[in-house]
């Protein structure tokens, strides 16, 4: 099973609102990725958990808070957004065992977002 | 840094016809990993193939085939007997085994024509 769920499908809020997005994985994995992608382009990592510990953040404007509660679960929480922020986000899972990072991501659907 | 090229933003093939998908990538880095991903129109984004850079054998998965050529640092996809459902974005990736961070080739469209 490689599945990776993401609630919800489809995101409207306002740039006042706060909003979170959630990603599970009953794999195992202990490396959770969050991405943005944009229409007709490929994703732009923002942010890298392995072993529930933030070890990347691609320079992501502080409005964007991710939170991994624990290893099957990725939070990421949105806060004061900007219409540009519409995006599509996924959230990917891979093995991320300490010796190695030549393991495979496996991405969720994504979750549709539409920032008015 | 490394880059990865997709030089065909979009494609065509007649169905059941063989389509090869180009990539190229530059990387310093003598092991990593190399990927194609499919996302189709209802975007989820699928693995189709995997290729680590020590293996001379090319991987091989049913209709879905590479050329790695290392030297050149090329990494093509091969559809073969293309169906219907192969229509799709197809994203090829390169893993570096030092950040761990996947970087994605800007995309083909794939059409297949029935």
């Known amino acids: 099973d490689t599945e990776v769920t993401q609630t919800p499908k489809h995101l409207v809020m306002g740039m006042t609102n706060k909003k979170s997005l959630k990603c599970e994985q009953h794999m195992g994995h202990r490396a959770m990725y969050w991405y943005k992608q944009k229409a007709k382009k490929p994703p732009e990592l923002m942010f890298v958990?392995?072993?529930?510990?933030?070890?990347i953040n691609e320079s992501v404007p502080s409005r964007f808070s991710p939170e991994c509660p624990n290893s099957s679960l990725l939070n990421l929480h949105l806060h004061a957004l900007q219409p540009e922020d519409s995006a599509l986000y996924l959230c990917a899972s891979s093995q991320g065992t300490r010796s190695s990072f030549a393991d495979t991501q496996y991405f969720g659907p994504g979750t549709r977002l539409t920032v008015l | 840094a490394q880059t990865v090229t997709q030089s065909q933003p979009e494609m065509s093939v007649q169905e059941a016809e063989t389509v090869t998908l180009s990539c190229t990538y530059d990387?310093?880095?003598?092991?990593?990993?190399l990927f194609w991903y499919k996302q189709p129109p209802s975007r989820q984004m699928i693995l189709v193939i995997r290729?680590?850079?020590?293996?001379?054998q090319n991987a091989t998965e049913n209709r879905f085939s590479v050329n790695f050529q290392k030297a050149a640092k090329s990494f093509s996809l091969k559809i073969s007997d293309s169906q219907l459902g192969d229509a799709a974005m197809y994203f090829c990736a390169y893993r570096s085994l030092n950040t761990g961070k996947l970087i994605f080739g800007q995309g083909t469209t794939l059409q297949v024509k029935p």
């Open positions: 990387t310093s880095e003598s092991d990593y990993y």
């Open positions: 958990y392995s072993y529930e510990k933030l070890s």
């Open positions: 290729q680590e850079a020590y293996k001379q």
